[in-house]
């Protein structure tokens, strides 16, 4: 295995998405690379690459995205890429990223988490409790739907999808009242579009919200040793108890579950959260645990939910 650094006449190969975020990302990770190890930008090359999830998302616009595929929708293609070694690493937003990944493949580097709160996104930038009595708020994603349909089941949601640009015509279009971003997103962005952050509190994020891992072959010890140099130990705990936490409910991008680790000293505290589709009902608890049994705490959190639930608790009412 080649242990030398990238140089420009032969470019560590940085796979990823080609969406506005998704390539902030991979230059965010550029950057943290060429620092780390004295590198010009032209010892990297990013490699965009278009996945199943870009192609039919474009498609069917209209459509919910949980109708269109499964988990992996958005990295199958990326990690194909790096199992034929056509890139090196990939980076991704570890929202979207399955919780196991396929032989051969690694993702234990995470760049420092970012805001993890969700945003209230309007034209005016009014905060949340100024929505009216039942306004159209826009998501595409069945954690904010159920969330906000528990507080606020006067409300409609409808479907909305597309980028952050998109999102904004179709608000200023009236398509919908309000929509929520992540705040990682739009910071990672620049984007100074007016929102009011919601805090964890009050609307508990999707398990990893704000993270960025990137993933690379088990086997190469030059990418091992390059990413280690930029892993964040604290973000990589906290992940790893919420995706200990997403695997035990056996989530995936249908199930609405919010999960939020945080590290006070030489602990960890986990909260985590179950929703009925329809917002019906909200399920809530916390743990905490020495943060070497961050992982178990999450197996943990989930078991108990899971009991409280009983069996066809995620169903869709009527
Ligand atoms: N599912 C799309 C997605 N994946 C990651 C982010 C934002 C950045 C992050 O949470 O890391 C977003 C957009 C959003 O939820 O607003």
Request: glycine share 8%.
């Amino acid at each position: 295995m080649n242990q030398s650094l990238p140089t420009p006449a032969s470019p560590l190969k940085i796979g990823t998405r080609g969406s506005p975020l998704a390539l902030a990302q991979a230059h965010e990770t550029r950057a943290r690379l060429g620092a780390a190890f004295d590198l010009p930008a032209e010892a990297f090359e990013i490699v965009v690459i278009k996945t199943t999830g870009d192609d039919r998302a474009l498609i069917d616009a209209d459509r919910p995205l949980k109708e269109i595929g499964n988990k992996g929708l958005f990295t199958k293609e990326i990690e194909e890429a790096l199992l034929d070694s056509s890139i090196d690493i990939a980076v991704h937003s570890m929202k979207d990223m399955p919780v196991e990944q396929p032989e051969g493949l690694l993702l234990d580097c995470y760049l420092p988490r970012e805001d993890v709160r969700d945003a209230f996104v309007t034209v005016g930038g009014k905060p949340f409790f100024e929505l009216r009595q039942g306004a159209v708020v826009g998501t595409s994603s069945l954690r904010r739907k159920a969330q906000l349909l528990h507080r606020r089941p006067d409300l409609k949601v409808v479907e909305f999808r597309g980028n952050v640009q998109t999102r904004m015509r179709k608000l200023a279009e009236g398509v919908a009242e309000a929509t929520f971003l992540a705040c990682a997103g739009l910071n990672r962005l620049g984007l100074d579009i007016p929102r009011v952050a919601i805090e964890a509190e009050e609307m508990l994020p999707a398990v990893a919200q704000g993270a960025i891992g990137i993933e690379r072959r088990a086997q190469d010890a030059r990418t091992k040793r390059m990413l280690e140099a930029i892993h964040h130990v604290p973000t990589g705990k906290r992940l790893a108890a919420e995706r200990a936490f997403l695997a035990a409910l056996d989530g995936s991008c249908e199930t609405p579950i919010a999960g939020l680790a945080l590290l006070e000293g030489n602990e960890i505290w986990l909260r985590g959260e179950i929703l009925r589709p329809d917002g019906s009902e909200c399920l809530v608890d916390s743990a905490r645990a020495p943060v070497a049994q961050g992982e178990a705490l999450g197996r943990e959190l989930a078991e108990r939910l899971l009991e409280r639930a009983g069996p066809g608790f995620f169903e869709f009412q009527g």
